[in-house]
C-alpha cells in the first residue's frame, strides 16, 4: 500500500483517484499544488493559467526551466508532471478563468475548486462560480514569508467576499500631473501617463500635458494639437523623435505649469530640464550598438549600465530616456501603440525609471535605482519557493478534509512570519457567511445619485463593474432590460441599449427615480443583486467624486462609508513603495489574521486612513470595491 | 548579472543582494533524500545556495514514486541521491550539486571530519542516536545543524546552533526612533526655523509633523517648568488648540497619532539589553566582528550616544511640503552617518586594544549594524542531549498537563518511536496484526522515557498514541512538503542571517492544522 493510499484511507477519503479537481493557476503556488495533488494520489485534474513563463518565475516555479519562457504555463506544467508520472489525467487550459467556455456547468463536475490566483478580479469572479455551482473553494496567497489558505463552502462558511479587500492604492490626479512630492507620484506619471503616451493605445485619454487651463483639478486636456504632438513626424527619425518629446515632456510642460503661479505659491518651483542643458556637446549619447541582453532589448544594456542597483546620474537617466524611446520605435515598433506596462518588460521598467527620476529631479525629489524603481512602478510582490511549498501543502489537506466530508474541520490557515506567541501556523475556525454579504446572501444596496444627470454608462462603469465586480451586466427595472452585454443579442435591442446608455435617468421610458430597484445580473456568474435608486441633489466633490454612491449594506461591509469618516487623508499621506494587495504571477493579497487570532500583532494592511478624497487616478485596472 | 538579478528579482526584494550572496557562498548537505531532504532541497536550490551534497544510500523503490517528485521511473532501482541529485541540477544550473550513496549514521562512524566542509546539514528523518552524535560533530565544527522529520500526519524541526547572532532581525512592528524628546543641535536649528502660528494656511498644514511635536513640546516646557505634559491627553489637547480646523489639516492628524512618541520614546528592548550584557561582548582577539561592534556600540551609547544606540536615519512619510521632507530626511540622515562613524572610531581602538588592526571591519557593515542596533538578537540552542537529559523532564510534565493541544505529547512520541525502533527494530504499526500490542508497548516506552527524564506521573492522551502507531513512521508527501518548506524556510534565516529562527522544537499536527513551537 502506498503512502498516499494510506493516507486516504485514514482520511475516510474513497476512491481519491476518481475525484476530479480545478485548480485556477499554475504559478508559484500552482506548480507546488500541482506536484502535491499528483502525490496525494489525484489523477484527474483540470488546470486553468492565461500566462506564459517569465524570467522571474524560475526561482520558484519549478516546473519550468529557461527554455520554456514564453509558453504557457498551464501546459508546460502539464507536460512537466506528465513526464514524471505518465498515468495521470491532466487537462491544461492556457485561458482566462473569466472565459465563457468556463461556465457554470464547468465548474459542476469538481468536486473541489483550488485557487492559486494573482489578482483580486479572477478571485471574486471564481468564488462567484463556486457559490453558483455549489463546489467547495480552497484559495490561498503569499507574500513572502506570509501565506494563507482559507476554506469557501457555500451555506457553510464565509465566502470569498464576506470580508471587504483592500482596495488597490490611487493617487490624485493632480499630485500626478502637476505636484508629485514622492518618487511613486513619478513612477505613477512615467507608467500611467508617459508610457501610455507615447506607446499605448492612442484612444484611451490621458492627462500628460499639464496645461497652464489645467488648475490643481487636474484638468483633462482632450486638445487635438496636443494628440498630434506625440505622433512620429513624417521624415521624423526615432532620435529626432526622442528628443523632441523629452524636451516637450520634462522641460516645456514644466515650464508652462509654472506660470499657474498660484500652484507655487508655497510650494518649490519645479527646474524644467531641457535636453541641451542636460546633456551638452560632449555627452552625446553612444551606444555600443548591442541593445539586447540574453535575448531581451534593453536600454541600459546599449549604454553598458550594468547594475541595476545603482541610481543613475541625471545624465544617464537621459540618455536611458532617449535610448528606450528610439529602441521602442525601431526594435519593437510592433508594441507601438498597444504597449501596457509590464514588470518584466524590461525595456518598459527602464522608460519608466529614466522619466521617472528625470520628473524627480525637476520637482527636488531624490531619485532611485532600476531595481527599486522596477518594485514601485510593478508593485512587485516578494515571492520565495518556501512559503509556496508549505501552502501547497496546507492546500492539499484542506481539500482533503472536504473530499472526506469532515467540512466542521477545516480551518482557514495563516503562515506567519514570526512565531506570534509560539506558533508559526495559525489555524483559525472557519467563518459563517456573513448575512449581509452581497455575493452570497440576497442582500440589497442603496445606489444614491442624481437622476436628473445620471445615465447607464456611468452606472456601469463606476459601479456595476468596479465596485461590484460584475463582468457581463444585465441591468433590468421589474421585467424590463435596460442594458444586457454580451455576442449573441437581437440587433434592434443592441440599438435600443445603446440609445439608452446616454440618456438621464429621468427620461427614461419609466424614469428612474427614487424608489425604484434595478436588478443587476451577471448570468455567467450566477450573480445577482438589487440596488434601491435614491435621488441626491449634491456630492461632495472632494469625498465622491463619482458623483454616486453606493450605500446600506455594501458600505457597511466595507466599513468605509466615505461620509461617516471623520476626516480624510491627503494625497502625500499614501503610502508609496511596495503595495502590498497587487498583483504578480504568484499571488497575493496576504489578508490580515482575524485580530482574535493574533492578539495584538500588529499586521501591513491597516491603512483605514487613505480613502479617496479628490480626482483619484487608478493605478490598476482590478479596483475592487472601495466605497 | 542582468540574469541574476531578473531569477531571483522576487526574493532579492525580501533579503537583499547580500542576503543573496550569502546563500550563493552556502555549502548545503542533506542527510537522507526522501520526500522531506528532498523538498526541503529543492526549495534551497531554487532560491540559488551555492552548492549541495546529499547523502543516502538507499535505492529508489516504487513507493518513492509514490511520495517523492524528486526520482523518476527511469531511476527505479538505481541511487536515489544520485537520482535526486541530477533532477534538482536541473532546476537551477548555478548551483553545485553532489551526492554520496552511503547512509548517513555509516558516514558518521566511518569519516566524522566530513562534515566540516559545510556551513549547514539538514538531518531529515533520522533517529535520536545517530542525531545526538551528528550534533556533536556539527557543533565541533561550527556548522549549523538543522533536523527535520515527518512522521505520518506529525512533524518536527529543530534547529542546533552554539551561536547565532542576527543583526538584521527584521521584526514586524519596528519602532521609529526620531528622538523628538531630545532634538539634537542641528534639528533643532532646523525646528527653530519654523514659525508653526504662521498665518499662511497653506505653509500651516504643511509642515512636518515632526516640526509640530517638537515646537509645542517645547512650547509647554516653556510654560510648565520645563517639564514634558504629565499625559499624552493633555499634550494632544494641546496640539489640538495650535490646528486650524477648518483647513482639514493632515500633519496635525499625523502630529496627534505620533503624540505618544514624545512622551514615550522608544526604551531599550529586553532582548537588546541581553546583549549588550552578555559576557561575549567583553571582546578579545578571538572574538566575532559581531560582538567586536557590539562592545563598540555599548561605548557608543555610554559616551556619544547617551544612553541611546545609533540613529537609524530612516523617517516615516510626513505630509509636508517635499523641500521640508527633503530637508528633514537629511538631517536624520546625517546623524546616522555621524553615529556610525562614532561607533566605527570605537571599533578601531577595540581592534587596536585586541591586537587586530591589520584585519578591520568594512564600514559598510558597521553601518548595517547601526542601522538595526535596536533589534540585535543572539540565539543560541540547546545541546539536544542536554534536551534529552533529566532537567527536561519537569518542564515535559508541565506541558502535558497544561497545554490542550497534542504538541507536547506527539513531542514525546515522536522521541518514543526512536526507543521503539532501537528495541524492535522496527516503527510501531508497521503490521496490522500487531497494531494493539504496538499502541500499549509505545505507550509504556514513552512513560519509560518520561520517567527517566523526571518527568514521572504525567499522561499521554490515548488518541495521540493510537495515532502515531495508525500512521506509521511513513512520509506522506503534503506533510513533507509542509515539514521541508518550514525547514528550507529556517535554513534561508540562518544562512542569510536575517530574521529570527525558530528557538525551540517545532511541532506539526497536520490533522489539526495545528503547530506549536516547545522550549523543553
Ligand atoms: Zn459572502
Not at chain 1, 499554475?26 to 513563463?53: N, P, R, S, W, Y
Not at chain 1, 524560475?58 to 527554455?67: D, E, G, H, I, M
Not at chain 1, 501543502?393 to 469532515?406: P, Q, R, T, Y
Not at chain 2, 527653530?192 to 509633523?209: A, L, M, R, V, W
Request: aromatic residues 6%; negative net charge; charged residues 25%.
Amino acid at each position: 500500500m502506498s503512502r498516499s493510499e494510506e493516507l486516504n484511507q485514514q482520511m475516510d477519503i474513497n476512491g481519491i483517484e476518481k475525484e476530479k479537481v480545478l485548480m485556477v493557476g499554475a504559478g508559484g503556488i500552482g506548480c507546488e499544488l500541482l506536484k502535491t495533488l499528483v502525490l496525494t494520489g489525484f489523477q484527474h485534474i483540470h488546470l486553468i493559467d492565461m500566462d506564459t513563463i517569465e524570467v522571474s518565475n524560475l526561482n520558484r516555479q519549478f516546473l519550468f526551466r529557461k527554455s520554456h519562457v514564453g509558453q504557457s504555463k498551464a501546459k508546460v506544467a502539464r507536460e512537466a508532471v506528465l513526464k514524471f508520472r505518465p498515468g495521470v489525467e491532466i487537462v491544461a487550459h492556457h485561458a482566462n478563468v473569466k472565459n465563457q467556455e468556463f461556465d457554470i456547468d464547468f465548474f459542476k463536475q469538481f468536486s473541489v475548486v483550488l485557487n492559486g490566483l494573482d489578482n483580486l478580479e479572477a478571485r471574486r469572479h471564481v468564488n462567484r462560480m463556486c457559490l453558483a455551482a455549489g463546489v467547495p473553494l480552497v484559495e490561498s496567497g503569499t507574500t513572502g514569508y506570509l501565506g494563507q489558505v482559507t476554506v469557501h463552502i457555500k451555506g457553510q462558511t464565509e465566502c470569498y467576499e464576506c470580508q471587504p479587500k483592500p482596495a488597490p492604492k490611487s493617487y490624485p490626479v493632480c499630485t500626478i500631473t502637476s505636484t508629485p512630492s514622492k518618487l511613486i507620484h513619478c513612477i505613477v506619471w512615467a507608467k500611467e501617463l508617459a508610457l501610455a503616451k507615447l506607446f499605448g493605445d492612442k484612444g484611451q485619454v490621458s492627462d500628460l500635458d499639464v496645461r497652464p487651463t489645467s488648475n490643481e483639478d487636474g484638468a483633462v486636456s482632450n486638445d487635438p494639437d496636443e494628440a498630434q504632438f506625440f505622433e512620429v513626424r513624417s521624415g521624423e527619425n526615432s532620435k529626432a523623435y526622442a528628443e523632441r518629446v523629452f524636451d516637450r515632456i520634462f522641460g516645456q510642460n514644466i515650464v508652462t505649469a509654472l506660470q499657474n503661479e498660484d500652484t507655487w505659491k508655497a510650494r518649490r518651483r519645479p527646474d524644467p530640464l531641457f535636453l541641451e542643458k542636460v546633456l551638452t556637446e560632449d555627452d552625446v549619447v553612444t551606444t555600443n550598438g548591442v541593445c539586447s541582453s540574453e535575448g531581451t532589448i534593453s536600454a541600459s544594456a546599449s549604454l553598458g549600465l550594468k547594475n541595476p542597483q545603482e541610481t543613475w546620474s541625471v545624465k544617464d537617466n537621459a540618455r536611458v530616456f532617449l535610448e528606450s524611446v528610439q529602441l521602442f520605435l525601431d526594435k519593437r515598433s510592433k508594441d507601438v501603440g498597444k504597449l501596457v506596462f509590464d514588470k518584466d518588460d524590461q525595456l518598459a521598467v527602464e522608460f519608466v525609471t529614466a522619466a521617472a527620476n528625470l520628473r524627480a529631479h525637476s520637482f527636488g525629489i531624490p531619485m532611485q535605482s532600476l531595481f527599486e524603481a522596477k518594485g514601485m512602478a510593478g508593485n512587485i510582490i516578494h515571492a520565495i519557493a518556501t512559503t509556496n511549498a508549505i501552502i501547497a501543502g496546507l492546500i492539499v489537506l484542506e481539500a482533503l478534509k472536504i473530499l472526506s466530508n469532515k467540512t466542521k474541520e477545516c480551518r482557514m490557515t495563516y503562515c506567519v512570519e514570526h512565531p506570534s506567541g509560539k506558533m508559526l501556523l495559525m489555524p483559525v475556525e472557519m467563518a459563517e457567511p456573513n448575512p449581509r454579504c452581497y455575493v452570497c446572501s440576497e442582500t440589497p444596496l442603496v445606489l444614491e445619485l442624481n437622476t436628473a444627470t445620471a445615465t447607464m454608462r456611468e452606472v456601469l462603469e463606476k459601479v456595476v463593474k468596479r465596485k461590484l465586480g460584475v463582468t457581463d451586466p444585465v441591468i433590468m427595472q421589474g421585467s424590463n432590460l435596460l442594458h444586457e452585454s454580451g455576442e449573441d443579442i437581437e440587433e434592434d435591442m443592441v440599438a435600443y441599449y445603446t440609445a439608452l446608455l446616454d440618456k438621464k435617468f429621468v427620461d427614461y421610458p419609466t424614469p428612474i427615480t427614487t424608489g425604484v430597484v434595478l436588478t443587476v445580473e451577471d448570468y455567467h456568474q450566477d450573480f445577482r443583486c438589487s440596488l434601491h435608486v435614491k435621488h441626491r441633489e449634491t456630492f461632495d466633490e472632494e469625498k465622491e467624486p463619482e458623483g454616486m454612491v453606493i450605500t446600506g449594506d455594501l458600505a457597511s461591509l466595507n466599513n468605509t462609508d466615505a461620509s461617516a469618516q471623520p476626516s480624510t487623508a491627503a494625497p502625500s499621506k499614501i503610502q508609496n513603495g511596495h503595495a502590498e494587495e497587487e498583483e504578480d504571477d504568484d499571488v497575493v493579497m496576504v489578508e490580515p489574521v482575524p485580530k482574535a487570532a493574533t492578539a495584538g500583532t500588529k499586521r501591513k494592511l491597516e491603512e483605514e486612513d487613505t480613502q479617496p478624497t479628490e480626482k483619484r487616478l487608478r493605478v490598476t485596472e482590478s479596483v475592487p470595491i472601495e466605497v | 548579472m542582468a540574469q541574476r538579478n531578473n531569477k531571483y528579482d522576487r526574493q532579492l526584494r525580501i533579503w537583499g543582494e547580500h542576503g543573496q550572496t550569502a546563500l550563493e557562498t552556502a555549502r548545503v548537505c542533506v542527510l537522507n533524500c526522501g520526500p522531506t531532504g528532498s523538498e526541503a532541497l529543492k526549495n534551497l536550490v531554487l532560491g540559488g545556495i551555492g552548492s549541495f551534497t546529499i547523502v543516502d544510500a538507499s535505492k529508489v523503490s516504487a513507493a518513492d514514486l509514490g511520495n517523492n517528485y524528486l526520482v523518476d521511473w527511469e531511476s527505479l532501482g538505481q541511487s536515489k541521491a544520485k537520482s535526486v541529485c541530477a533532477l534538482l541540477q536541473e532546476l537551477n544550473e548555478s548551483v553545485g550539486a553532489k551526492f554520496v550513496e552511503e547512509s548517513p549514521e555509516a558516514l558518521l562512524e566511518s569519516n566524522p571530519a566530513f562534515f566540516a566542509q559545510f556551513t549547514l546539514v539538514i538531518a531529515t528523518q533520522m533517529t535520536e542516536a545517530p542525531l545526538l552524535k551528528l550534533e556533536e560533530i556539527c557543533r565541533q565544527q561550527k556548522v549549523m545543524l538543522v533536523i527535520a522529520r515527518s512522521y505520518g500526519l506529525a512533524g518536527l524541526v529543530r534547529i542546533s546552533v552554539t551561536e547565532h547572532d542576527i543583526i538584521e532581525s527584521k521584526p514586524d512592528n519596528k519602532v521609529e526612533d526620531l528622538r523628538l524628546h531630545k532634538p539634537w543641535p542641528e534639528l533643532q536649528s532646523y525646528v527653530d526655523e519654523f514659525d508653526i502660528d504662521t498665518q499662511d494656511h497653506n505653509i500651516h498644514k504643511h509642515i512636518p509633523f515632526a516640526i509640530l511635536l517638537i515646537k509645542i513640546a517645547e512650547d509647554w516646557k516653556k510654560s510648565h517648568d520645563g517639564k514634558l505634559p504629565a499625559n499624552v491627553r493633555l499634550f494632544k489637547e494641546a496640539i489640538t488648540a495650535r490646528r486650524r480646523v477648518e483647513e482639514d489639516e493632515d500633519n496635525y492628524n499625523e502630529a496627534l497619532k505620533s503624540a505618544y512618541i514624545v512622551l514615550f520614546p522608544p526604551s531599550i528592548s529586553s532582548q537588546l539589553r541581553a546583549v549588550l550584557e552578555d559576557k561575549a561582548s567583553d571582546v578579545d582577539a578571538s572574538s566575532s566582528d559581531f560582538w567586536i561592534m557590539v562592545s563598540a556600540l555599548k561605548q557608543f551609547m555610554a559616551n556619544e550616544g547617551q544612553g541611546e544606540p545609533p540613529l537609524d536615519g530612516a523617517i516615516p512619510d510626513m505630509h509636508s511640503f517635499t523641500d521640508y521632507y527633503i530637508k528633514l530626511q537629511k538631517i536624520y540622515q546625517a546623524r546616522a552617518e555621524a553615529d556610525v562613524t562614532a561607533v566605527e572610531g570605537h571599533v578601531a581602538r577595540i581592534l587596536k586594544q585586541i591586537g587586530r588592526e591589520s584585519s578591520p571591519i568594512p564600514r559598510s557593515t558597521i553601518k548595517l549594524f547601526c542601522k538595526n542596533a535596536r533589534n540585535l538578537r543572539v540565539l543560541r540552542c540547546k545541546m539536544l542531549s542536554d534536551e534529552f537529559s533529566s532537567r527536561s523532564g519537569p518542564e515535559l510534565q508541565r506541558l502535558l498537563a497544561v497545554e490542550e493541544s497534542s504538541h507536547p505529547a506527539l513531542y514525546v512520541l515522536l522521541r518514543a518511536v526512536d526507543h521503539f525502533a532501537a528495541t524492535y527494530n522496527r516503527f510501531p504499526g508497521v503490521f496490522d496484526g500487531e497494531m494493539e500490542e504496538d499502541v500499549s508497548r509505545l505507550k509504556s516506552l514513552a512513560v519509560g522515557l518520561l520517567n527517566d527524564m523526571g518527568g514521572g506521573g504525567a499522561s499521554l492522551p490515548e488518541d495521540v498514541v493510537s495515532e502515531i502507531c495508525r500512521f506509521g513512521a511513513g512520509e506522506i508527501h503534503c506533510v513533507a512538503s509542509i515539514v521541508g518548506g518550514i525547514a528550507s524556510q529556517e535554513c534561508i534565516k540562518l544562512l542569510t542571517r536575517q530574521f529570527t529562527p525558530i528557538q525551540g522544537t517545532f511541532i506539526y499536527n497536520a490533522m489539526s492544522a495545528t503547530s506549536l513551537v516547545l522550549n523543553v
